[in-house]
């Protein structure tokens, strides 16, 4: 007997008492019991399908639950049923109405701040700006599919307006097609930063061009101290204002 088949062979005889045959025969044994298992698994599996498929013991889980239930399908009469199958789970009556909560979607901490910022919680300013306006009911019939419904929804469609850009703004006040109020409120609906407001309502003042300042000044409708400052709102400083 080689060396190999020894050493092979020693922890068998150590279990066996030093009897190798025994060691062997164990072997041989629990190999051919590991082997006729491994044939027998996919039997047992074809079995246990055959038995859930007569008796169906196949249920949803909670998440598939929750999506059948708001798609309403097949019917929203009968969407109920779907619970059944959590009841069959061992889920009480109490446990299933936490479910249903829970199906209900809650938005983002993100798009919260974006419903304030977009005056959401602002009655008075979601009427006036028309916030729910044109809000269509296929839009609240597919987000309540995936949870949004009531509230949520409607306020998901009021912040989802697209704001016209502060040049747009300017030109507006400009034609007086806006107020100053009305500024005051785009600076609001915009969610620019307070301190900033009315300084950025100065930019809306055009600043008369250099042919008009020269003009004006060989016609002395302006001083030195104003044609100064209007040089200097056309970006000249220092040097540039002076030799200018």
């Known amino acids: 007997v080689s060396d190999e088949l020894k050493t092979f062979m020693m922890p068998l005889t150590e279990r066996t008492h030093g ?4 060691g062997v025969l164990g072997l041989v044994l629990g190999m051919t019991m590991g082997v006729a298992m491994g044939a027998a698994a996919p ?13 169906q013991t196949a249920r949803f889980n909670p998440d598939e639950v929750q999506r059948l239930w708001l798609r309403n399908f097949p019917t929203p009469e ?8 959590l009841r069959d789970h061992g889920y ?7 479910q249903k909560e829970l199906a209900n979607y809650l938005p ?3 798009e919260i701040m974006r419903w304030a910022a ?23 019939e597919w987000a309540g599919k995936v949870g949004i419904t009531g509230e949520v929804a409607k306020n998901y469609w009021a912040s989802h307006w697209e704001l016209p850009g502060i040049t747009s703004i300017m030109e507006l006040w400009r034609r007086k097609e806006l107020t100053d109020e009305e500024v005051s409120d785009f600076w609001t609906e915009l969610d620019m930063v307070p301190w900033i407001r009315d300084k950025l309502f100065k930019l809306f003042r055009a600043v ?15 001083d030195e101290a104003r044609l100064r400052d209007i040089y200097q ?8 204002l002076e030799n200018y």
């Not at 009968?78 to 619970?83: C, H």
């Not at 009655?123 to 009911?137: I, M, S, V």
């Not at 709102?233 to 540039?240: L, T, V």
């Open 118 to 140: 977009r005056e959401v919680f602002e009655p008075e300013q979601r009427e006036k700006f028309e916030l729910d306006k044109f809000l269509p009911t296929e839009f609240m």
């Open 78 to 85: 009968t969407r109920e049923v779907w619970w059944d199958d």
């Open 19 to 22: 009897s190798p045959l025994g």
């Open 233 to 240: 709102a056309q970006g000249y400083w220092g040097e540039d």
């Open 92 to 98: 009480s009556e109490e446990r299933i109405l936490a």
């Open 43 to 55: 039997v047992a599996n074809q079995l246990s399908m055959m038995v859930d498929k007569m008796i």
């Open 108 to 110: 983002a901490p993100a």
């Open 208 to 222: 008369p061009t250099r042919v008009d300042v020269r003009r004006w000044w060989d016609m002395r409708t302006v």
